[in-house]
């Protein structure tokens, strides 16, 4: 299986500051179909995961565009430019490039 | 817009069978392009894959729950379901369904999920 590990587990973030979580792939996430098969998910409290991000960069419908990811082979970034209340939860990054499907162990943004 | 619930017993006995159904609205499971997959979260933790079943009945398991799962669907009250057999202690956990567009790599809708304890 492919493992996931996210840095850091968790992050205390002021209102209004930047922040950004990583996650890096065990192998390469390259599909034989050429893409990236690496999206990030927001758990609000209470709340079922929720798609941010697919495919390394691309914005899910109606996401916020201080939501960005970046990053090519094993080595993913998820940035907030400007972090707001709402954005209190657990982040994960997951994988579907190879079966089984994998998830990170989740990031914990909290508001400092 | 897709939506997805989940609906089962809350409490399922070990060694007994459990057994979910998600009921899918504003989308037909039997027409191609999608996967409709089973996720679980334990308490407190990640997520794990289940599986998923594809509108031909194909399906994929996680190997690690493999021998263990079976997903199904019923085209006629466009429903999927799931069913872990032996349950223990261990499978306690929070059972979500998603969809993921054939081939595309991501879930895009979710169920608000269920929560399944095992216990006597």
């Known amino acids: 299986d492919i493992v996931m590990t996210q840095t850091p587990l968790s992050s205390p973030v002021t209102l209004g500051q930047p922040a950004s979580i990583s996650c890096r792939s065990s192998?390469?996430?390259?599909?034989?179909?050429?893409?990236?098969?690496l999206s990030w998910l927001q758990q609000r409290p209470g709340q079922p995961p929720r798609l941010l991000i697919y495919r390394i960069s691309n914005r899910f419908s109606g996401v916020p565009d201080r939501f960005s990811g970046s990053g090519a082979g094993t080595d993913f970034t998820l940035k907030i430019s400007r972090v707001e209340a709402e954005d209190v939860g657990v982040y994960y990054c997951?994988?579907?490039?190879?079966?089984?499907?994998?998830f990170g162990q989740g990031t914990k943004l909290e508001i400092k | 817009q897709v939506q997805l619930q989940e609906s089962g017993p809350g409490l399922v006995k070990p060694s007994q069978t459990l057994s979910l159904t998600c009921t899918v609205s504003g989308g037909s499971i039997s027409s191609g392009g999608s996967y409709w997959n089973w996720l679980r979260q334990h308490p407190g933790k990640g997520l794990e894959w289940i599986g998923f079943i594809y509108y031909s009945g194909s399906t994929n398991y996680n190997p690690s729950l493999k021998s263990l799962v079976t997903i199904s669907k019923d085209t006629s009250k466009n429903q999927f379901s799931l069913k872990l057999s032996s349950v223990t202690a261990a499978d306690t956990a929070v059972y979500f369904c998603a969809r993921e567009v054939a081939g595309s790599g991501f879930f895009d809708y979710w169920g608000q999920g269920t929560l399944v304890t095992v216990s006597s």
């Open positions: 997951m994988q579907a490039t190879q079966f089984p499907y994998t």
């Open positions: 192998q390469s996430l390259v599909h034989s179909d050429g893409n990236t098969h």
